[in-house]
């Protein structure tokens, strides 16, 4: 009986029911992955807009390129043009002031040298006119300097005989040395003083007012102490200069005491060789003088 009564409460027993307000979880199964598969037609559609993107950037790198190159042509040959043009204009100008130069008409060109009329170490009266058709190489200084004048003769006849033996040149250039000190440098004092330089060498004297109108033709500066008693040494100050004239007698060049013979000689040679070239005539027989 016991047991029916057990069994009879089993059957009879309750469920307990879920409460409403209690969600049941479902789970919801996954979806299936989406496997997209493009179209042929849709690839050949998205390589052609590539394609054709390149092809319009090609374009325009092309076009750009060949203006570029337009314009750099253009521009370079512009440039080489006006180099060429400048470089003619620069060396026509240069050749315009050489030939001025050489012509003796160039502005700013001081104006040295004039007529003179001296007596020579031979007591003859000398002038410009006796040098026509030779190169004159003159120096002003006097006898008892006792050292720059006997330097700068010594470079003189070097010159002289440099350029003489120049085998297109030969002897057409005459070395003078000037007193400006005429109170002293006697004929017979000069005479004395120019044999120990050179044979072609002539020395030059005068009066102290010929003296000094020569130096001022020839922009010499020379000066001697004021107060000087009869028979006192005393030096004299002067400008240190070789004057290069030209056949005709006008100016051509000067060297002062810094240019070595060398220097001078070639100058010398070049100024005669252009001269020589453009058809000038020179004298190669020694200069002539009528005693006074």
Not at 145 to 159: G, R, S, T
């Amino acid at each position: 009986m016991l047991r029916s009564l057990l069994r009879c409460n089993a059957s009879t027993r309750v469920v307990p029911r879920a409460h409403p307000l209690v969600t049941r979880t479902i789970a919801q199964p996954r979806p299936a992955p989406i496997h997209l598969q493009p179209s042929f037609n849709s690839i050949r559609s998205y390589s052609n807009k590539i394609e054709g993107a390149r092809a319009q950037t090609s374009s325009a790198a092309g076009a750009l390129n060949w203006k570029t190159l337009t314009v750099f042509t253009a521009t370079g040959a512009g440039l080489v043009y006006y180099f060429r043009e400048e470089k003619k204009r620069v060396d026509a100008a240069r050749a315009e002031e050489a030939r001025k130069a050489r012509e003796n008409i160039s502005y700013g060109k001081p104006k040295i040298g004039g007529p003179f009329s001296l007596i020579d170490q031979n007591g003859v009266r000398t002038t410009n006119e006796d040098f026509k058709g030779r190169y004159m190489l003159i120096y002003f200084g006097f006898t008892n300097c006792p050292d720059i004048c006997p330097e700068e003769l010594d470079k003189m006849a070097q010159v002289v005989d440099s350029v003489t033996a120049h085998p297109e040149i030969g002897n057409v250039i005459t070395p003078i040395f000037i007193t400006c000190d005429p109170l002293r440098d006697t004929v017979a004092e000069v005479k004395d003083y120019v044999k120990e330089f050179h044979k072609d060498l002539i020395g030059l004297t005068g009066s102290m007012e010929e003296i000094g109108k020569v130096a001022k033709a020839y922009r010499v500066y020379f000066s001697k102490p004021p107060k000087v008693a009869p028979g006192e040494d005393y030096l004299v100050d002067h400008s240190i200069f070789f004057y290069l004239m030209s056949p005709t007698g006008e100016f051509v060049d000067c060297y002062g005491k810094d240019h070595e013979a060398e220097h001078v000689s070639k100058s010398v040679q070049d100024y005669i060789l252009e001269y020589i070239q453009k058809g000038g005539q020179l004298s190669k027989a020694p200069p002539t003088r009528q005693s006074s």
